[in-house]
């Protein structure tokens, strides 16, 4: 007979597990009665029992991968692979603990199921506190795609089974020699620090990549600090030569007899200030480059571009700030644009100091209806993950800064307004 207790405890172990595994992530409803909610469902559909037969772990973990996917998809705001890959990792993770300290249990002679219970009950929680600090990276704008999410299950999962087997067989094996017995047990020891491993490892895996993706980002960025240095030369350069050959061009004027000429000449010389001094002028050189680069592209693009923004007094935003906050909006609002007709393309930006805040506002026309959900955008980009992910990186700066986003639709155009506060009002 079980005793009560115990059933209970398993049931919040069970419960708490997931909801701790899944507390930063966004929840539909109050998270302590969605807890409730889980705790019950292991109450009513699930009592352990002393059965011992070989298939029967295999039955009950995955009972519970199927109560951790529904809960996650009827109660988290993420999707289905996200849920998917989130219900196996704790679902491993509880399995694994319990046959190594039953398995421990057996080996040493102790015959108490509810000091089993307690014990392993006590390492699962530590473990999923451990995973979920040091390992597995939970964030709600996660996506995981089919390959990541095979991945990162498949060999864990193969692993986790290949342990519940060994384990059944070493319980219900009762004709094995010591060393076989021995050797049963060094086997289903492996496959459980094997399924370890392997989620350690995999979210490791991911982990380096993400990085990757970022340190890329900053290579980016730093290559249009150089872009700067390279611009602001050839500008000088410009300069230097037009004040130099001032007096030759003055002189080639005195000899010209014909006004048409003098007009060509005079067109010529305008043309030439024009492409010295055609870089934009915010404040702030970083920005300088940034305008610049974009408003080119823009008119590859067929794209009206107006620009009157002062960035002055920027110097607490770094320089891969500035390039984060204003090259992902800038990139998005190119995005949409270029899908209107040629005669509706068209973006603008303005910004400065208003009221002790830096207020910059960002519009542009589109053709498809941004679909805007708790001030998130919705993309429709192939690279979904990455646009995500530069979205992310806006908000996470203005953040640090505490400052704020805003995505609306307003008059036929998506508009994006950000401020930050000016560190002296802190």
Same mark, same amino acid.
Request: hydrophobic share 40%.
């Given at each position: 007979m079980i005793d009560w207790w115990v059933w209970l405890f398993q049931a919040f172990v069970f419960s708490f597990s997931f909801v701790y595994l899944t507390r930063s992530l966004p929840i539909k409803y109050k998270r302590n009665i969605c807890f409730i909610i889980l705790f019950c469902v292991y109450l009513v559909f699930y009592y352990p029992t002393s059965n011992n037969s070989l298939l029967e772990p295999v039955f009950r973990y995955g009972k519970f991968i199927l109560f951790y996917f529904c809960w996650a998809l009827l109660f988290l705001k993420i999707n289905l692979n996200y849920a998917l890959f989130l219900s196996v990792f704790c679902t491993a993770l509880m399995g694994t603990w319990y046959s190594c300290f039953q398995l421990l249990f057996w080996l040493l002679g102790i015959q108490n199921r509810n000091l089993l219970v307690l014990i392993s009950g006590i390492a699962r929680i530590l473990s999923v506190v451990?995973? $979920? @600090? $040091?390992?597995? +990276?939970? !964030?709600?704008? +996660? *996506?995981?795609?089919?390959? !990541?999410?095979?991945?990162s299950i498949l060999p864990a999962l193969s692993c986790f089974l290949a342990n519940l087997v060994m384990y059944s067989l070493l319980l219900n094996t009762v004709a094995l020699s @010591?060393?076989?017995s021995f050797l049963f047990f060094l086997l289903a020891v492996f496959f459980a620090v094997s *399924?370890? =491993?392997?989620?350690a490892s995999t979210e490791s895996y991911f982990k380096s990549v993400l990085l990757q993706a970022e340190s890329k980002r900053a290579e980016n960025q730093l290559y249009l600090q150089y872009q700067l240095f390279l611009i602001e030369r050839e500008k000088d350069e410009q300069l230097k030569a037009l004040h130099h050959d001032m007096k030759n061009h003055l002189s080639v004027l005195n000899q010209l007899s014909e006004i048409e000429q003098v007009h060509e000449y005079v067109n010529q010389l305008k043309e030439s200030a024009e492409m010295a001094m055609m870089i934009p002028d915010t404040g702030n050189p970083i920005l300088n480059v940034i305008l610049n680069q974009k408003s080119k592209c823009c008119d590859e693009k067929k794209i009206i571009f107006k620009m009157g923004i002062r960035f002055d007094n920027s110097d607490f935003l770094s320089s891969m700030e500035i390039c984060t906050l204003f090259v992902n909006c800038l990139d998005n609002a190119i995005e949409a644009a270029e899908k209107c007709e040629i005669n509706q393309r068209f973006i603008e930006i303005a910004g400065g100091w208003v009221n002790g805040c830096l207020v910059v506002r960002i519009q542009n026309t589109f053709h498809d209806h941004p679909i805007i959900n708790e001030n @998130?955008?919705? *993309?429709?980009? $192939?690279? =979904? =993950?990455?646009? +995500?992910?530069?979205?992310?990186?806006?908000? =996470?700066?203005?953040k640090k800064h505490q400052g704020t986003l805003t995505l609306k639709e307003e008059d036929q155009r998506f508009v994006v307004t950000w401020m930050i506060p000016s560190p002296s009002n802190d």
């Open positions: 451990f995973y $979920k @600090q $040091k390992i597995i +990276r939970i !964030e709600e704008d +996660r *996506t995981i795609p089919i390959p !990541e999410l095979l991945i @010591q060393s076989q *399924t370890l =491993a392997v989620l @998130q955008l919705q *993309t429709s980009k $192939k690279d =979904a =993950a990455n646009h +995500r992910y530069g979205l992310k990186n806006v908000q =996470a700066v203005l």
